[in-house]
Every structure is written in structure tokens, then in C-alpha cells.
């Protein structure tokens, strides 16, 4: 990552837990997301790359500069992911999962899009599906203040404190299977999001992050409709 040194320098990120971070094996980082300014603070947290998901629109928009973004994403190791849900949501793993079976390492954001609001929301299911299909180390982490660095719709970033807390390895051993049924599934998204929250400090959302942020969108619309 070629930004790492400045990134370091400009904002002096705080990191606790590397140690828990094997050298070699597949490791599966599971995270809550703030910012789009959460890839690139991850990226500091081991000297081994770390492949993230990005939305299947980034590599796929029209023109010499939809190709040019493509190509950058790509070269950030960046997984293409359909958040449409459903039959493709669930293709899209495969990327994903042969990167672990690569015995590289990949974060993910179980959440899947940004808290609209800071708070910590309900988890999908897609993180354990990859965990026990792989047997990856899984490794919760905490972020913090990413929000303040680059917040929604803005490109500049600002200054900000960063702090990432990364924990011990979560164990489903007892439970690796490449056809976990929907019961597992909710089991273990639910312990990692428990993880993930003891380590940000966030309040939690028994919702996902997508329906509030649909909820806010038309309690604005609303809003401006009436003022």
C-alpha cells in the first residue's frame, strides 16, 4: 500500500492486537464499517495484504473513467460484491472464499454498507458463511473514528483520531460445514457481531444498516416535503 507511510505520518492510527494476526493461513478480518476511509486504515493494521469487498458497480461504470476506477480497485485486490441480495449476493462469495482458500487474508464488513449513524447494526450473514466454508482464522475488529475522517459524500478527509482494536481468534470449529443451514448461520453472524461490538463500543441496531438508512431517506423527504 503504497499511501501506508503517509497515512501513518498524517494521522498516527492507533493499533491494538496485531499479535493476533497469523504471518501465514487464511484469516478472515470481520469488522464494523464507519467510512470509506476504513479500507485503507485496515490496510495498516499487517504487513500482509488485505483483500476487501467493494460494490459490484465500481468495476463495472461506463467510459474510460469507469475503467480506470475498475482498474484501481483491482489493483487493490478489491472483491466485486452484488449487494442486490439474494441468488447473486450469495454467487459473489465465491470470489471471496477462493481468496481465503488462497491462504490470503480478507476483511469484511458483516454490517454491509456504512452505519448511517455510528451505531453498530444488524449483521449478515455472508462473513460465517465464509468462515465455516474455509475454516479461516477469524479475527473481530473494532473501529473507531474513521467517520470523522471521511464522512459521507465528502472526498477531502480530515483529521481525525483512528483507533482499530483487533481481538483473539473466534472459534467455530465445532461447526465448519460448506452447507450450514440458516439457524448456524444467524448463530455464529450474531457472535461476531457481539465480538465486534465489545471492541468499538458501539450501541447496537437489531436492524440492518441498508433498512435505516431507507428509513432515513424518507424521513427526510418527508421533511423537505413539509417544510
Known amino acids: ?3 501506508a ?3 501513518r505520518l498524517v494521522w498516527r492510527p492507533k493499533f491494538t492486537g496485531q499479535e493476533h494476526i497469523p504471518r501465514k493461513g487464511p484469516v478472515l478480518i470481520v469488522a464494523n464499517h464507519l467510512s470509506a476511509a476504513d479500507h485503507y486504515f485496515l490496510g495498516l493494521i499487517t504487513a500482509r495484504h488485505i483483500a476487501t469487498m467493494a460494490k459490484i458497480e465500481y468495476f463495472a461504470q461506463p467510459g ?3 475503467k480506470l476506477i475498475g482498474a484501481v480497485f483491482n489493483g487493490l485486490g478489491q472483491v466485486p460484491v452484488d449487494r442486490s441480495g439474494g441468488r447473486a449476493a450469495l454467487d459473489g462469495l465465491g470470489a471471496s472464499e477462493q481468496i ?3 491462504n490470503r487474508v480478507l476483511a469484511v464488513f458483516p454490517e454491509g454498507t456504512r452505519s448511517p449513524d455510528g451505531r453498530l447494526y444488524k449483521g449478515k450473514t455472508g462473513a460465517a458463511r465464509l468462515a465455516l466454508a474455509t475454516g479461516a482464522t477469524v479475527l473481530p475488529a473494532g473501529i473507531r ?3 470523522d ?4 459524500g465528502t472526498l477531502l478527509p480530515k483529521m481525525a483520531k483512528v483507533r482499530i482494536d483487533i481481538g483473539k481468534p473466534l472459534d467455530f470449529s465445532d461447526r465448519l460445514t460448506d452447507t450450514p443451514d440458516r439457524v448456524t448461520l444467524r448463530e455464529v453472524t450474531d457472535e461476531i457481531m457481539r465480538s465486534i461490538q465489545a471492541l468499538s463500543g458501539q450501541e447496537y441496531v437489531d436492524m440492518f444498516a441498508a433498512r435505516a438508512k431507507r428509513e432515513l431517506a424518507e424521513k427526510n423527504k418527508q421533511a ?3 417544510a
Open 149 to 152: 475522517v471521511q464522512t459521507e
Open 5 to 7: 507511510p503517509t497515512i
Open 224 to 226: 423537505e416535503e413539509e
Open 145 to 147: 473514528g474513521t467517520q
Open 1 to 3: 500500500m503504497t499511501a
Open 64 to 66: 474510460i473513467k469507469g
Open 100 to 102: 481465503l482458500r488462497e
